[in-house]
């Protein structure tokens, strides 16, 4: 960061200032406590019933199966430990899921961030006019739901409606070889103006000054952007970057929509899918093994990419 | 506007810069930025078609949505779709509000209670509890934060099917609680008011207050409130956009039709579209109706999510 950080603990004995012999006596007896129960116990107690407790029952789901008395006996739950996890392991739809939500984050993600970039540096630059217009032309896909852009797109794709026939006549674009990227289209006009915005609101708070030296020296708009802007928004970007990640092995609302236009999306397609079909069916014990399991792989994928860049960044 | 605050567990996410967020983000720190060497006719007409292409690939969609809505079934197909034939969005939106008794609107009711009313009362308590741990020290408060903290990494679809074993052992699903309920949890919202609590809550004002003889509660809802409100529009608007674009909650609780929000409404009617191609027409209305809410709330609050987004960024 440009600006000189002060880590919040900083701030909080600059606040409190002088008279620290008083202070540290203070400090024993907690003051206001009932207003901080009233304060905090509101939001802590919905945090703990839908954050912590439903995390809590799907893992013990995941660990039950379910055990029937003969073929037509009633069916009871049981502790299974681990067996859940073995049939996740050995479910080639949900791995095959898995491997086509990572080959689209590989190109949808670095194309999104590459052009979010490109724009917020464009926007930053002198070069353009008309700022505030393409700011929010550019941003007004997000207030579209990704239901409604997937419906949207689903139409246009569609040869007898789409405004862009001569494209949708030639290929079909929503057939097995090419819907996957059909539907990282809709996600990268959706959300590349909100990363661009991200990007761009780090841009404008990096002071002018840091620009003049570049200037007299007579380095152009490409090369300040190169070696001055792009380092500095790095933070930024590798936090649009792990959003993005976590928000590709999500990926659900557009391909489950996409199934009306094309038949070459299945009911398992991205893992979020494979675990609906399988608690419709209904197998929840074996949904919640795959839930766990996508929210670990989810886990470890965004910690990986924070180290390997944090590295990169230590050894440039 | 110096200071950006790195709260201690957060070394991963951006620095935030409390102080930005209500600031109308169009002044631009150095006016000047336009000056320096002349860039070349041909690098200012490159950018300029650079954008002017993108302007089309974002906005056409939209306008073809736009087109559309106004057309009658026949004329959907034998006209050229990126402009109007007989003008006929009226009556398409009355055919729609009147379809199977006004359904539609409901969905639109529905919408406007789970985004609206949930991200109302998300954003309170969000507020009052990162208020608590920005202003008081007491024991388990980092702790709190932290788990908070993992709170926010967590994606809400993550949540959907974890939630559904949940309300499926109270026999709660398809009800309106099911979607309502978890949706006033918001740990991102908790963390920015922490955040801008403490660098715009002076703790002067709140001694002067406890002088007068205030009571804690009252202090906050009358004096640090209003402080931090450029962070609690910021709060709101994202608990807002996300309800609204909620999908796996609604997919996997609700059954009863009268229940859904108006983008899983439109979701089933679309899927149910190969049978029904009547319905075509009232998916390409109700979907250009359902982001209205959303642009104008975007209008509305414009100068606080230009700038908020960037402090915001680690949603």
Redesign the interface.
Known sequence: ?T???????G??SA??GGGSGTEVRR?RR????W??V???A???A??VL??L???G??IW?SLLVVEREGTFGEAREVFGGLQQYVLVFQNEAFWTSVGRVLLFGIVQVPVMLG?AL??AL?LD?????GK?F??L?????Y???????A??????YSP????FEALTSRVDLLSADFVLWAIANVVT?VF???NM??I???L??I???I?EAA?ID?A???RIAWSIKIPLVR??LV??AV?SI??TL?L??EP??F??FSSAVTSTYTP?MT??AT?SIPN?SL??AF?VV??LA??VL?FAF?RFTRRAGADS | ????????ATS????V?PR?IGRG??T???A???R??R?SLL??SG??L??AI??L??????W??LV?STKSRGQ??ST???WFADFQLFQNIGALFAYRDGVYLKWILNSLLYAGLGAVVATV??G??G???AK????GRET?FN??LG?V???A???A??????FS?AQLTDTFWAVF??S??S?FG?YLSR?FA??SVP?ELLEASRLDGA???RT?FTVSIRLMFPALITVFLFQFVTI??N??LP??MLRSEELFPV??G??AW?????QFPELRTF??VG?LL??VP??VT?LLLQRYW??G???G???
Not at chain 1, 125 to 129: F, G
Not at chain 2, 270 to 274: D, L, R, V
Request: one cysteine or more; glycine letters at 6%.
């Open positions: 960061m600006a000189p950080i002060t880590t919040a603990s701030t909080r606040a409190r400090r907690v003051q206001h406590p207003s901080i009233a304060f905090v509101p939001f802590a919905l945090f839908f954050y407790v439903p995390i029952v799907a789901q052009l490109l724009f464009l630059s002198p070069l353009i006019r505030k393409f700011r032309a550019f941003f007004a896909p207030a579209v739901p990704g239901v409604i852009a419906i949207m797109w689903g139409f246009l007898n409606l789409s405004p006009w590349v103006g909100y915005l991200i761009y609101s780090t404008l708070a002071p002018q000054e620009y200037r007579g152009g708009q490409a933070p930024a936090l649009t959003l976590i928000g999500q659900l609302a489950q929509t199934r009306s979020n675990i609906y608690s929840v949904a919640a839930s996508l929210a989810t886990f965004s924070l | 506007m110096s200071t950006s605050i790195e709260p201690d991963a996410m951006a620095a810069n930005g983000g169009d631009h720190p150095g000047g930025r336009a320096g060497p860039e690098s200012r950018a300029m650079v954008m993108f302007t690939y974002f906005l056409v969609p939209i073809w949505l559309a959907l197909f050229n779709p990126l308590l969000a009052m509890c208020y608590a741990l008081y020290r007491f024991p709190i788990i908070v709170g990494l967590v994606p679809t993550a949540l099917l974890p939630l559904f074993l949940l052992r309920l978890p006033v949890v740990p908790v955040v403490e660098a703790e009571s804690e509660l906050f609204w674009n999908f796996f997919l996997i983008t899983f439109l979701y679309n899927s149910t579209i190969n998916v390409l979907s359902s982001i959303l642009i975007f230009r700038t987004l960037g402090s960024a680690i949603k």
